[in-house]
């Protein structure tokens, strides 16, 4: 049952944080709240492995480096350049962005991974890409600035992708609890880092930027990417990644429902392209390497 409602799961919480960083954003500079959510998680990871009293042997021979890279790409690089982006753009434009994770995910893993798909995947996969293009290119023609800010949304998919791949090649075998505070610690000091050197920091700590920051760091970070590393040691990188096809769909009608945010026609049409070309890829049977 938990892995059948994992995915599931995972979805609405990622797409709830495009939502939750959007609120936040109003008083706290992008990079900031970056550094803070991972901070906090770093903290309360460390607090859990020593308080359960795990052993730190897992991370050893060079492991931990390999869990640092993986984390400082999937969620210091993955999450720094969306969220300055989403000053730019709606926020269910770059969720539809990230999609591209997918596509790229399975293209590479093809080559890095050895893994296999199959002739509806590559559909899905092509489907997907054609909702997003629908979507950024009607973006680039409207308005320079909210393009950029989608631009910005593809680096993060550079992050998310390179991220992935990495932990499905070194990662894998390295227990969930260790291996997740070696990336949050790995990425808390990259992002911190670059609040530092990129941005002139601001923060307001008013109720609601404290509960999206809150929200972002317990239930995003470390629920939903917990949800996703636990999915990836059981299936590939390629099948796993699709979820994110689902994200913009789910982001948009939170976004509608709680900020406001109207889509254009066109952009209804690329989720629903992108929708489709996530069940293509999720749906087809599994095909080992």
Known sequence: MLTQLAPLLFVLLWSSSFIAAKTGLRQISPLLFVAVRMAGCAVVLVALMLLLRRSWRPLGGWRWLHCAVA???LN???????HVG????????IALVQSLT??????????????????????????GMAGVGLVVGYAAL?????FQGLLLAFVGVLGLVAGTLYFGRFCRGVPLLPGATAQFVAAAAVSALGAWLLETSRADWTRGAVVATVWNTVMVSLGGMGL?????TRGSAARVSANF??????AALLAWVILGERLSPLAVLGLVVASAGCWLVASAPREAA
Do not use: K
């Open 102 to 127: 997918p596509l790229l995910t399975a293209a590479l893993g093809v080559v890095l991974l050895h893994e296999r798909l199959r002739s509806r995947q590559w559909l899905g996969l092509a489907l």
């Open 86 to 93: 989403l000053l730019l753009a709606p926020a269910a434009q």
């Open 76 to 82: 210091a690089i993955g999450l720094m350049a969306p």
């Open 71 to 73: 984390g400082t790409l």
């Open 245 to 250: 096809y689902l994200v913009p769909g789910t």
């Open 142 to 146: 409207e308005n320079a600035s909210r």
């Open 228 to 232: 996703y590393f636990a999915m990836l």
